[in-house]
Nanobody, 121 residues
């Protein structure tokens, strides 16, 4: 099992940027796929972006394509989410997940505690 801790959330104005990080510990020797999910008030958790262990392939929800970028540094056991051109509808709690063996199907069974992102208009 891997333990995940997110950081970097906060309050930002529309059009601004934030960079989230997710630090992993525990079974970091496992070649986990990593992904970011988010859950807004009154809505179900949704997939935002995913990345293979190799970092070679990335996947994004249509709503964030062209604005968000996921990356990872396996030497630091950390995955990042660069969020640009933020919109009020991006407001949510953002969660980091570790999945195995597939980036798209997971399953994603390990989760961080979440970090709040609030975008004001």
């Amino acid at each position: 099992q891997v333990q995940l801790v997110e950081a970097g959330g906060g309050l930002v104005q529309a059009g601004g940027s934030l960079r989230l990080s997710c630090a992993a510990s525990g079974r970091t020797f496992v070649r986990y796929a990593m992904a970011w999910f988010r859950q807004a008030v009154g809505k179900e958790r949704e997939f935002v972006a995913g990345i293979r262990w190799s970092g070679g392939d990335t996947y994004y929800a249509d709503s964030v394509k062209g604005r968000f970028s996921i990356s990872r540094d396996n030497a630091k056991n950390t995955v990042y989410l660069q969020m640009n051109s933020l919109k009020p509808e991006d407001t949510a709690v953002y969660y980091c997940g570790a999945g195995y063996p597939n980036v798209l199907t997971g399953p994603y069974a390990a989760w961080g505690q979440g970090t709040q992102v609030t975008v004001s208009s």
